[in-house]
DNA sequence: GCATCTCGTCCGCTCGGGTTC
DNA sequence: GGAACCCGAGCGGACGAGATG
């Protein structure tokens, strides 16, 4: 029943001895073409495929990549996973996931697991904090790291979305329509992505000659449940003196929230208030009034990701390079934005 | 730089023998206890963690589960994945996540090589075919395999949401609220939980007795970007001469595309027509009208799969159980179902 | 000499019998 | 006679030197 079937067995079956079985999955050369078929051919027929511990044991690596993320709640985080679990599948390698729950205790463990020969290489998408960032200096020396975030004094390859141009293209669509009050949406948190927004958001607005400079800062965290009502107590609520014609959002999930948000205050968008946001979720498209958004290409994140690790494992100096690639985000208009109404 | 720690060197720093150091990782009694802090103290210090290839080879188990979605679009199976993932960490297991992407071809090629000891149990939502049951049915006795949904002669556990009592709270609500013309929206697909939910909702129906039986049939799959316009043309165009009072659609995704399809027709809901939705998925709150559903507490659908994936690898006859849980969903009533208006 | 195959070693760890105090 | 530890075999497969034709 439960016997298990090894490579012995293919070979007894076959015919030949364990070291041919073993070159025939192996992509070797020195083997008879006839001689490999029979051994796939038989083998598929007692679906074996040779122990990946045992392989990895003897190969010095486990054809596995680990994928870390703090949480799949933002629907951007599943896209940019499954790309990146298919891709690593066209390389024949497994990826193991692990979410942090942004638990730097947490992150450390697995770190310290998937380091110890779990994984070849490794797609994470950090907690911020300096001991998270010094850790994955550390361990980058003993194991491909690619960030999917970037951070001042991260030592280890990168790829994500190019904040600051994302958040330009917004501002100059924006300025653009002729919104001269535009105040930018986020949460308080002290990400780096957020930093990066903000700042490229106030280059945009200085270079349109507009001096309205907002702020709002979220203090619930991005997945909250009524963040539409903090939203509208923030901006919407009558002790706003001098309101904004224009939201930028820091991305989709805020911005359906402030969309939300508005209309629960008789607010019309985009006629009363232009709202847009970043990462182009799919529910974007299909809110009530579909969002003007910046798109990241989820699927191509994880491709460029998977193919920057791969090229990363087969480089003979690989502890040298370091890459960085930034991908460029593309505007999406749909209906939120529109030219300020004058009254 | 590479060098790769192992249980030799921790043993030697530690001053004792490589079994022992094995003692300490593996919660065996027969070590000192002040001896074991000190490994781990020591091993801590150097990030070192045994080679889980080594371990896997040895043990004859991966301590891996595996967990194979076809994707992870419908947000519903990302809050699964990531209670799977979490629940399994708990138990010090990892997890190995495979993307099918509704390709039997794939996920053959996945369960052989996963079946192969790369984990020690599965949970899957299979694709729907007679070779995919017939499979499951094959490995499940060289692998213990919950499926996280029911089909006919699918012989492995199971643990999944009651599909029919969804549905039957879902219909009882709306003849409640006293719809008489109540139609059912789905996807074409023959796939087992439309079948349920369709059965049970004739059945609720019938005690009602409500002759009234449409069954609105989509030929775009679940998460295509102008699904609303196909619903908009099916339900809401002017061909339709007995048109519903209200729409029991298979999942939210779907009621929320029925919305938008409503409302981009003029119709008010739930004033012109209710629409109920089913998984409670976290943008089914924040819809412009927030959405009546059924919700389906994905964190404990994973914890419970795990919990029975662990309890049946500690059993020492696991071939001869066979579990079938059935979570009981319950009725969430938001703002998109009311009373017809009486015209 | 070349294509193809066999054989023995080793990968890092677990496990349990044997040993020590 | 335990508690605590050591030691050697073996897990399944990769690999490369040597054998065979």
């Not at 629907?75 to 497994?94: R, T």
């Not at 190019?162 to 669509?173: R, T, V, W």
């Not at 989709?252 to 019309?268: F, M, P, T, V």
């Not at 985009?270 to 910046?294: H, K, R, W, Y």
């Amino acid at each position: 029943m439960n016997v298990r079937i090894s490579i012995d067995d293919i070979a007894k079956i076959a015919g030949v001895s364990r070291g041919t079985v073993s070159r025939a999955f192996n992509e070797r050369s020195d083997i008879n073409a006839k001689t490999r078929e029979k051994v796939l051919r038989i083998s598929k027929k007692l679906n074996y495929f040779p122990n990946p511990s045992a392989r990895g044991l003897a190969k010095g690596r486990s054809e596995c990549i680990g994928i870390v993320v703090p949480d799949l709640k933002n629907p951007f985080l599943p896209e940019m996973v499954s790309s990146i679990g298919k891709s690593a599948e066209k390389y024949g390698m497994s990826s193991l996931l692990s979410i942090t729950d942004n638990n730097i205790m947490m992150q450390e463990k697995i770190l310290v697991k998937m380091s110890s020969g779990q994984v070849d290489g490794l797609l994470i998408t950090p907690c911020e904090s300096p001991e998270s960032i010094a850790m994955l200096n550390t361990m980058n020396s003993k194991l491909p790291i690619i960030s999917l975030k970037h951070f001042e004094r991260l030592q280890c390859s990168s790829v994500m979305f190019d904040d600051m141009l994302g958040a330009k293209l917004i501002i100059e669509h924006l300025a653009e329509l002729g919104h001269k009050k535009i105040a930018f949406l986020s949460p308080t948190s002290p990400e780096w992505s957020i930093k990066q927004r903000l700042v490229a958001c106030n280059d945009a607005l200085q270079s349109f000659n507009i001096g309205y400079r907002k702020h709002y800062k979220l203090q619930n965290s991005g997945s909250s449940h009524n963040l539409w009502e903090e939203i509208k107590e923030l901006v919407f609520s009558g002790a706003e003196k001098n309101p904004p014609t224009a939201i930028f959002a820091y991305d989709d999930i805020i911005a359906l929230h402030a969309l939300k948000a508005a209309e629960s205050c008789g607010l019309k968008v985009p006629d009363d208030i232009s709202i847009a946001g970043f990462d182009n979720i799919s529910f974007s498209e299909m809110a009530g009034v579909p969002l003007t958004t910046v798109a990241v290409n989820s699927e191509r994140l994880g491709e460029t990701a998977i193919d920057l690790l791969m090229r990363i494992l087969k480089s003979a100096n690989r502890h040298e390079e370091i890459h960085h690639i930034m991908l460029k985000p593309e505007l999406i208009v749909r209906k939120s934005t529109s030219s300020p109404v004058i009254k």
